[in-house]
């Protein structure tokens, strides 16, 4: 009987690992029916390191320019971005004339972008890439340039006409909630009306969560991705309260992200100036297990090889792209230390452990394998490899075995369970 109960244990465990992915794979709410963004996007998005900055007299290298764009093009093209995934090269507010022309279009400003933004599409093809660009759904973009209110329809047939891959469409200037949300709606039909395969990222629910909670299953039917919380900045604490919010709504948002549609954490900002190389760790780790869109914001003319490589790791990229399309979430947090897991193909998952202690040294955690992947990561056992910060591997361990990790303050440690 002893030997019976022995021999039907694993049996169990495995059909409850078939179990786990048959539940994994059932989809979520219904998408917007544009067969993109089925894995995360990937490029590379100007605002949190250039800003708004329209000064081409004064900093050349710095403004919102046809030059800029041009020169991160090539840079993606000959610097192993576009074959690591990042393949979006997109432009955000500030490209555009202060007025709309004769005929009612949206134009670029004449004097930064002389060629026009066709020309630069254009070019950006030519590199293997795709271009995006930015418009609001209110009377004025957030830094005063026209708003795509009332224009919808012109706007979106400009956007196909000139080449443009993805449109970033925030929600600034808008005089109520109605007008919001009909605006999004309404682009979103415009877009796909043009015949063009155009990404659309939204800004609803971030403009949406000061009056109600915004409806997420009629958001993803709209949008492939979009923002819920403000925008990041290149600092930790930009970071951890971004981790903090979504955690902290996970029950809300993270059953409704799949192939399609994503909700959008906003930039990685690694290789800039704010974060510690730790804490560059850390966001590169949580964005894979958020599956969130990877738009980097940084200069990548003038950027370490550290973040360079940390960015194109194919390890992790794997996982943020990984293609059962299921967002991670928080599964604990105890004595500052956060564990958080996504569940992957094969029957694999992804563990990140994160230490928000800011001050001593490293710390040990160690955890029960039997806790992870609703108990099924490692049934009966798998094999632990470490991604970050280091790539090392662990071994292999049983499912009643615990594991332990140390992890540097503000870092985090990212592991990958594969079944055996």
């Not at 329809?153 to 949300?181: N, P, R």
């Not at 990561?377 to 361990?397: E, M």
Request: proline fraction near 5%.
């Amino acid at each position: 009987m002893k030997l019976k109960s022995q021999l039907l244990q694993p049996c169990f465990l495995l059909a409850l690992r078939f179990l786990a992915l048959v539940l994994w794979s059932v989809p979520g709410a219904r998408a917007l029916d544009n067969g993109l963004a089925m894995t995360p996007t990937m490029g590379w998005l100007h605002w949190e390191r250039f800003m708004c900055n329209v000064d081409c007299q004064e900093e050349p290298d710095s403004c919102i320019s046809e030059k800029l764009f041009m020169q991160m093009a090539e840079l993606m093209d000959s610097d192993g971005w576009k074959d690591a995934g990042y393949k979006y090269l997109c432009i955000d507010d500030c490209w555009m004339a202060p007025k709309r022309d004769s005929k009612g279009r949206l134009q670029a400003d004449p004097k930064r972008f002389p060629n026009g933004i066709q020309s630069l599409a254009n070019y950006v093809h030519s590199k293997g890439l795709k271009l995006g660009i930015y418009a609001d759904v209110g009377n004025k973009t957030c830094a005063g340039f026209p708003g795509s209110f009332g224009h919808y329809d012109i706007d979106a047939k400009t956007f196909a006409d000139w080449g443009v891959d993805l449109l970033k469409f925030d929600g600034c200037y808008c005089d109520s909630v109605e007008h919001l949300e009909n605006g999004y709606k309404r682009m979103s039909l415009a877009l796909n009306r043009t015949g063009r395969s155009i990404v659309y990222s939204c800004e609803w629910p971030l403009y949406m969560w000061p009056f109600h909670e915004p409806n997420y299953t009629e958001i993803r039917q709209y949008c492939n991705h979009w923002r819920n919380f403000q925008d990041v900045y290149d600092s930790w604490q930009s970071i951890k309260s971004i981790l903090a919010w979504t955690s902290s709504n996970q029950k809300r948002i993270v059953h409704v992200a799949g192939p399609g549609g994503w909700n959008d954490p906003d930039m990685l900002v690694i290789g800039n100036f704010g974060l510690s190389w730790d804490q560059q760790v850390t966001q590169m780790a949580l964005w894979a297990i958020m599956a969130a869109p990877l738009l980097m914001s940084n200069d990548l003319r003038h950027i370490s090889p550290q973040a360079k490589a940390l960015l194109q790791n194919k390890d992790v990229i794997a996982i943020n792209q990984d293609p059962l399309g299921k967002q991670g979430y928080r599964l604990r947090k105890e004595d500052n230390i956060e564990v958080w897991e996504r569940p992957l193909t094969d029957l694999a998952w992804a563990v990140a452990m994160v230490n928000l202690q800011e001050i001593g040294g490293p710390r040990f955690h160690t955890i029960s394998l039997a806790s992870l992947g609703q108990g099924m990561a490692c049934v009966p056992d798998c094999t632990i490899t470490q991604l970050l910060p280091v790539k090392s591997q662990l071994g292999f361990y049983e499912w009643t075995s615990d594991l332990k990790i140390k992890i540097n303050p503000t870092g985090t440690v990212l592991l990958r369970l594969a079944a055996n």
